[in-house]
């Protein structure tokens, strides 16, 4: 009898929303730390912002054991690189390359990694931020997001980034959208992470919360204005 092949047909833990932007010192990851098994929120400390190599960063939303697959893949690319000892080193570009044929590898095979992945990085003084879906497309951009976050952030994103952005204002504005996806998307939760790549090297932050204020108009009376009885 032949082997069995086994294919994931649905996610099972996924994470929700990655957003990335460049700013004019480098670029800028958030996600929050959520596990959710269904609709339910079944962990709250999953850390999906991963660091590859010496400058660049890696998000991730979707099912959490493939994106466990994927890094483990980037570490033996990483581990092999380093082992040629040739003076040079795989940047997010190379990087992002490799990501994009192992997503479109697996999906020829019907048996896809479910994810979308956000990568940013900065080489030889070029920030470098793109995005790849489950199915291998790929695009690079000013500023990029996964899940709710193409939905809720980047209209946000489109009105208020600048090109010249310091740290401060592009940490401001990802934390404007955090909190919307916190308010709008129900698998996502006020417990956060933020990763910053500059040429001096990579950052991520310990998990914060934002503050809420559950007092607005809309949240007090969300059926004003609604046709119907209920």
């Not at 976050?149 to 946000?156: E, Q, S, T, V, Y």
């Not at 919307?180 to 990579?202: C, H, P, W």
């Amino acid at each position: 009898m032949g082997s069995v092949v086994r294919c994931d047909r649905y996610p099972y833990v996924t994470g929700s929303s990655v957003l990335g932007i460049k700013y004019k010192d480098g670029i800028l990851l958030a996600s929050d730390t959520a596990g959710c098994y269904g609709s339910t929120v079944r962990y709250k400390s999953v850390e999906r912002l991963k660091r590859i190599g010496d400058n660049t960063i890696l998000g991730a939303s979707g099912e959490i054991s493939d994106f466990q697959a994927i890094t483990n893949l980037l570490d033996e690319l990483i581990t092999e690189d380093w082992m040629w000892d040739d003076g040079n080193k795989l940047g997010p570009f190379e990087i992002h390359n490799y990501l994009n044929r192992v997503m479109y590898n697996r999906r020829n095979k019907f048996d896809p990694l479910w994810n979308s992945l956000v990568l940013g990085g900065i080489k030889k003084g070029k920030k470098y931020l793109g995005m790849v879906s489950m199915i291998g497309v790929h695009f690079q951009d000013n500023h990029v997001a996964t899940g709710f976050g193409n939905h809720l952030a980047r209209p946000i994103f489109r009105d208020e980034w600048k090109e010249d952005m310091t740290l401060e204002e592009g940490v401001k504005l990802l934390e404007k959208c955090l909190l919307v996806l916190f308010y709008r998307d129900r698998s996502a939760i006020n417990k956060f992470q933020m990763a910053n790549v500059t040429e001096g090297g990579i950052t991520i932050t310990e998990p914060f919360a934002l503050k809420v204020n559950w007092e607005l108009e809309a949240f007090r009376n969300p059926t004003k204005g609604a046709e119907g009885s209920w």
